[in-house]
């Protein structure tokens, strides 16, 4: 099994509809972080946790929330979908150390018609 | 606050070319750098890191020397091969950012037959 799972890897749904992405891990890592990448572009950071109960706003989390069930699983919802919601969302996770690296899932697809 | 500069792509190259990524960066103390690799269709990987002044990450034939003279983390490959496509983004790991990767745009490396 993977170390950081994403669910699913690919979905196609319509404007207005609520959607969750799912993300676990099985690195026993505290914090785990939700990204949106577009074609041609970089990572932008949507929410970012520290711990199950240590929630935080990244630089795009308009239109976006998160739930941390546990300290392996963290989801996004997106509330009504909108097509420039459409890209490729990634979740990682980490320790706390400064040498330590990010772990990440495969991604998922999200396309909003 | 922290940052990372790295080169605009794509960098186009034929096979067996040497290869250099230019990154550099702005931080306070002693940061972590790494570089992560994301082939076509894939989440990323980390290629390699460096926790220390003067230390040199490498992995499959990459190299990266910490700078801390010239505050870069320029990426090496001296013979670059078709599997080398993909997008390598540079990122840094500091104090300032609570410890989060602060993250390059990423250049995207095509390599030619």
């Known amino acids: 099994d993977a170390d950081v799972t994403q669910t699913p890897r690919n979905r196609i749904t319509k404007t207005g509809k609520r959607i969750m992405l799912e993300c676990s891990q099985t690195?026993?890592?505290?914090?785990m972080y939700w990204y949106r990448q577009d074609p041609g572009l970089g990572l932008r950071l949507i929410y970012y946790?520290?711990?199950?109960?240590?929630?935080n706003k990244g630089e795009i989390s308009d239109g976006y929330s998160v739930s941390r069930q546990a300290q392996a699983k963290f989801s996004l919802s997106l509330e009504s979908a909108i097509p420039n919601q459409t890209a490729l969302y990634f979740c990682?996770?980490?320790?706390?150390?400064?040498?330590?690296?990010?772990?990440f899932g495969s991604g998922t697809r999200l396309t909003v018609v | 606050g922290d940052s990372v500069t790295q080169m605009e792509g794509p960098v186009t190259l034929s096979e067996e070319a040497f290869l250099t990524i230019n990154c550099t960066y702005t931080?306070?103390?002693?940061?972590?750098l790494f570089w992560y690799v994301q082939y076509p269709g894939e989440g990323l990987q980390l290629l390699l890191k460096?926790?220390?002044a003067d230390d040199k990450g490498s992995n499959k034939g990459f190299e990266a020397t910490y700078r801390k003279e010239t505050t870069s983390f320029h990426l090496e490959k001296g013979s670059v091969q078709v599997s080398d496509s993909a997008v390598y983004f540079c990122?840094?790991?500091?104090?300032?950012?609570?410890?989060?990767?602060?993250w390059g745009a990423g250049t995207k490396l095509i390599i030619k037959p």
């Open positions: 990682a996770t980490s320790d706390n150390r400064r040498v330590g690296g990010y772990t």
């Open positions: 690195k026993g890592h505290d914090r």
């Open positions: 946790s520290f711990d199950v109960k240590d929630i």
């Open positions: 931080a306070t103390g002693y940061p972590s």
């Open positions: 460096a926790t220390k």
């Open positions: 990122a840094l790991r500091g104090m300032d950012s609570n410890y989060q990767l602060i």
